[in-house]
């Protein structure tokens, strides 16, 4: 079954999110064509919970792949209302029990996933001590794990899963500028200067033998940010690379948020290349953490929050 236009549509996705999500609206009722024939529906009926679905958006045929996943939640009111999750719905149904005094990180994500999925990228090697779950939901030990190990876990719009360093996963280039493609009357982005911002890092280092170690640097009363780091054996060497990576989250550029029309094509883990014809000097260019895409029957947009800074 293919729907052709929706009342509404959001899609949510965000690299810090395990479960990607999407939402969208229809009528209760519908045309259905099929063969020359026209049929009318309860749309309510066309839909169940655990049902496949994908999402493209797009002009003029050329759509682009925004979600993949399944149909967890039906709210009935006009119009309906239809709430997905990505395959972490999938993943959330293998439960795992395991007693372990050691296992690496790399075999527990094995676990949760049950051989449903393979992994893109690198999963740091790791080892977890006295770890032991009882029949416990594999989507929550993923959870637990992107919590306590600073790992992105989540799946990409083209399905893929990614597993690894929170901003190690890549996918693309896209470009902004103030005077064409942001939206003026909904940008919420706010330029900083490197001297004005007060930070404090809190860095965490699992040893290969599972043990952590951490160090601060920076302000003081600073707002704070933790990095995680794999394998950093030496509290010295901790704090040293602490140091030289303030930069990137220290620095003078944009913070906040903007929105973008639904072209160009946006997605976590794009490189946002930003520049203001006004203000050249401030150019830069931005890993996209999240993405909010909205479509319907009151246009399509894409609200886009730029985070650390690649140059």
């Given at each position: 079954m293919v729907f052709t236009s929706v009342n509404d549509l959001v899609i949510n996705?965000?690299?810090?999110?395990?479960?990607?999500?999407?939402?969208?609206?229809?009528?209760l009722s519908a045309?259905?064509?099929?063969?020359?024939?026209?049929?009318?529906?309860?749309?309510?009926?066309?839909?169940?919970?655990?049902?496949?679905?994908?999402?493209?958006?797009?002009?003029?045929?050329?759509?682009?792949?925004?979600?993949?996943?399944?149909i967890t939640r039906l709210v009935y009111g006009q119009p309906l209302t239809v709430e997905?999750?990505?395959?972490?719905?999938?993943?959330?149904?293998?439960?795992?029990?395991e007693n372990r005094a050691e296992i690496k990180?790399?075999?527990?994500?094995?676990?949760?996933?049950?051989g449903l999925y393979n992994v893109e990228g690198e999963i740091p090697d790791v080892t977890l001590n006295d770890f032991t779950v009882l029949n416990e939901s594999a989507l929550n030990i993923l959870q637990n794990l992107s919590n306590d190990y600073g790992l992105g876990?989540?799946?990409?719009?083209?399905?893929?899963?990614?597993?690894?360093?929170?901003?190690?996963?890549?996918?693309?280039?896209?470009?902004?500028?103030?005077?064409?493609?942001?939206?003026?009357?909904?940008?919420?982005?706010k330029h900083q200067e490197e001297e004005d911002v007060k930070l404090k890092i809190i860095a965490r280092s699992w040893r290969a033998d599972g043990s952590l170690i951490e160090e601060e640097v920076g302000d003081v009363n600073g707002y704070t940010r933790t990095l995680w780091y794999y394998g950093i054996e030496d509290s010295s060497d901790l704090k040293s690379r602490a140091v030289n990576e303030i930069s990137r989250?220290?620095?003078?550029?944009?913070?906040?948020?903007?929105?973008?029309?639904?072209?160009?094509?946006?997605?976590?883990?794009?490189?946002?290349?930003?520049?203001?014809?006004?203000?050249?000097?401030?150019?830069?260019?931005?890993?996209?953490?999240?993405?909010?895409?909205?479509?319907?029957?009151?246009?399509?947009?894409?609200k886009i929050e730029p985070g650390i800074k690649l140059n």
């Open positions: 996705q965000s690299i810090h999110s395990v479960v990607q999500t999407a939402k969208f609206k229809v009528p045309r259905l064509h099929h063969n020359g024939e026209i049929t009318s529906v309860k749309t309510s009926e066309m839909f169940k919970p655990g049902d496949p679905v994908s999402i493209e958006l797009g002009y003029n045929g050329a759509l682009y792949p925004e979600f993949n996943g399944y997905c999750e990505d395959a972490m719905y999938i993943v959330r149904k293998t439960h795992v029990t990180l790399k075999e527990v994500v094995a676990l949760c996933l049950n876990v989540y799946f990409t719009p083209q399905a893929r899963l990614y597993c690894g360093p929170l901003y190690g996963y890549r996918s693309g280039n896209v470009r902004y500028d103030f005077h064409r493609n942001i939206k003026p009357m909904q940008n919420e982005l989250y220290k620095f003078s550029g944009y913070t906040g948020y903007f929105t973008s029309l639904l072209y160009p094509y946006a997605e976590p883990g794009m490189r946002a290349d930003i520049t203001d014809p006004d203000f050249a000097e401030r150019a830069g260019s931005y890993y996209i953490e999240s993405v909010e895409t909205r479509f319907g029957l009151s246009g399509a947009s894409r």
